[in-house]
């Protein structure tokens, strides 16, 4: 199974409201990612987990909080979100490694929208 | 600073022709190279991958080649067909993190 899964697929919210997104992998890997894309743009790292450790945070906003309750799943919770976070969110999974298992496989990502 | 520069930004080509999408990158101790095809409104897809202890990798009709001493690496496609249309993005493994990154992308449109 080399597949990553998010739900949901759509997000409509509020700016005052709290929403999670979820995400979940069966292969077996240690390190698993949310990334951030606007229309047109590459996908943009926001967090990293390494053994469900947070490893990474690249400076995202607190309204943005990750947790990784065991290997195969990561959630990312939202609250009081802006307009512009409008956005797709992937998820990716990768083995931990500087050898092989680099590769990171993305899930199919949430459409957010904040109103 | 971490920095993955991609060209063209947006290719148009004949089906049947080759496509060549050229990346370069800043961190000498890179040593991965990924490239992703994202199709309109689907997850990105790893389609090829390099490491720096080679210098070519093939698989079917899509070439990578890397040149580590120029630091930079291109995306070959041969004879094209209409599902390649979609837009192509590099990466970088970042050796000082456990983290790749990604060039702006190339929207690559094969006509018929």
């Known amino acids: 199974d080399t597949e990553v899964t998010q739900t949901p697929k759509h997000l409509v919210m509020g700016m005052t409201n709290k929403k999670s997104l979820k995400c979940e992998q069966h292969?077996?890997?240690?390190?698993m990612y949310w990334y951030k894309q606007k229309a047109k743009k590459p996908p943009e790292l926001m967090f990293v987990y390494s053994y469900e450790k947070l490893s990474i945070n690249e400076s995202v906003p607190s309204r943005f909080s990750p947790e990784c309750p065991n290997s195969s799943l990561l959630n990312l919770h939202l609250h009081a979100l802006q307009p512009e976070d409008s956005a797709l969110y992937l998820c990716?999974?990768?083995?931990?490694?500087?050898?092989?298992?680099?590769?990171?496989?993305f899930g199919p990502g949430t459409r957010l929208t904040v109103t | 600073g971490e920095n993955v520069e991609q060209h063209p930004s947006t290719l148009s080509v004949q089906e049947g022709d080759s496509a060549v999408i050229k990346c370069t990158y800043s961190?000498?101790?890179?040593?991965?190279f990924p490239w992703y095809k994202q199709e309109l409104g689907k997850r990105p897809q790893l389609i090829i991958d390099?490491?720096?202890?080679?210098g070519e990798k093939k698989d079917q009709r899509i070439a990578v080649t890397l040149n580590k001493t120029a630091k930079h690496f291109s995306l070959h496609i041969t004879e094209t067909q209409p599902e390649d249309s979609a837009v192509y993005f590099c990466?970088?493994?970042?050796?000082?993190?456990?983290?790749?990154?990604f060039g702006s992308g190339t929207r690559l449109s094969i006509r018929p």
């Open positions: 292969m077996g890997h240690r390190a």
């Open positions: 990716a999974s990768s083995q931990e490694g500087t050898g092989t298992g680099n590769e990171q496989y």
């Open positions: 390099i490491r720096s202890n080679v």
């Open positions: 990466a970088a493994r970042w050796s000082s993190a456990s983290k790749i990154i």
């Open positions: 961190d000498s101790a890179s040593n991965y």
